[in-house]
């Protein structure tokens, strides 16, 4: 699917090149410019340059983790964050919540699942333009 100038933009930020890159395939062949970055400080200076629609973030990065990634990009930006990780306790969860985020999904996901809340953030967000199904990350 070729990309057109009002495609959302999504941020990955992912400290697994193999998650980075599934993710990036899917979304990109729906349409999406994706932006994919391997840690915290990567991501809080990516955030300033691209401007992404949506953000994913993992939560065991190096360099900044990606609470206090989330938590710094929340002094300077409402863009939508999902945090995606294999954190899936309920405290990690409420960490995320706390920190900013606006969903929190551990892995395992479908990646139509996560495109899905995607596109739901973004709208609610008001920055939505459009893009639009069944693999999962692990």
């Not at 992912?14 to 979304?27: A, C, G, P, S």
């Not at 410019?33 to 391997?38: N, W």
């Not at 929190?104 to 596109?119: F, G, M």
Request: negative net charge; charged residues 25%.
């Amino acid at each position: 699917m070729s990309e057109t100038p009002d495609a959302l933009t999504v941020m990955i930020a992912d400290d697994d090149e193999l998650i980075r890159k599934v993710v990036r395939i899917y979304f990109s062949g729906k349409g999406y410019r994706c932006v994919a970055v391997s840690n915290g400080q990567e991501c809080l200076a990516q955030v300033h340059v691209s401007e992404p629609d949506a953000l994913l973030l993992d939560v065991l990065m190096p360099s900044i983790d990606g609470w206090e990634t989330c938590r710094r990009i929340r002094e300077f930006s409402a863009v939508p964050i999902i945090m995606l990780t294999a954190c899936a306790q309920e405290s990690d969860r409420l960490m995320g919540i706390a920190a900013g985020a606006n969903d929190y999904v551990a892995k395992p996901v479908s990646l139509k699942e996560l495109e899905a809340r995607v596109r739901s953030l973004v709208q609610s967000s008001g920055a939505s333009h459009t893009a639009s199904e069944s693999n999962s990350v692990t």
